[in-house]
């Protein structure tokens, strides 16, 4: 087993299957097992979901709210994606709770990093909601900072694609993929797989990033085993 703990982030419109929108059950329940039999093999896992499904406050600003209310909107919009990926982990036989940057109880715990750490040592899923807390930081933010709180080995970033390109390979069907670049390659290349005060904060804590394809069987198992899968961005 190559990482011991994870961080793992997965985007609210993953959890939305092919429409984009809302929750699809099917697609909870492809990404619970897969999530369940990391954790059954002994990997501590974190997860952090966005809530773009749902509501994403870049949007709402273009649509006329007010930034700081519309980034409030989308912190709750990733509690509820939380939620449901939590009843779902459970029902793949592994426990899950879900911790909530701002208070949220009786829905989910506030988040204390101590508390988080200890239920992942103890075998449950950690999934921590609410981004950060505050507005103008992106759930990538959120996931690079909860990855160096709890010590995580790595931060695995489930995508669509199997990894980095230097141009977007749906547009581009020359585009190239990167097997490994550092940090200051993709902020130099302007790569916008993650956003740069994610790429900092995981580059100042020695915490590669591995950009993978979530939709892919059995790729997240391959990967905490130590296949070279995916892009991996690394300070080497």
Known sequence: MKYNRILLKLSGEALAGASGKGLDETQLAVYSSQIAKVVKGGTQVAIVVGGGNIFRGLQGVGAGFERV??????????????????????????????????????????YMR???????????????????????????????????????????????????????????????????????????????VMDATAFTLCRENDIPIVVFNMNAAGTLEAIVAGEPLGTVVSNR
């Open 69 to 110: 209310k519309g980034d409030q909107m989308g912190m709750l919009a990733t509690v509820i994606n939380s939620i449901g990926l939590s009843l779902y982990i459970k029902a793949a036989g592994v426990p899950a709770e879900v911790f909530s940057s701002t208070r949220m109880e009786p829905m989910c715990r506030y």
């Open 114 to 192: 101590d508390d988080a750490v200890r239920f992942m040592e103890e075998g449950g899923v950690s999934i921590i909601a609410g981004g950060t807390g505050n507005p103008f930081f992106s759930t990538d933010s959120a996931s690079a900072l909860r990855a160096c709180e709890i010590g995580a080995d790595a931060l695995l970033k489930g995508t669509k694609v199997d990894g980095v390109y230097d141009s977007d390979p749906v547009k581009n069907p020359s585009a190239v993929k990167y097997t490994a670049l550092t940090f200051d390659k993709a902020l130099a290349d302007n790569l916008k």
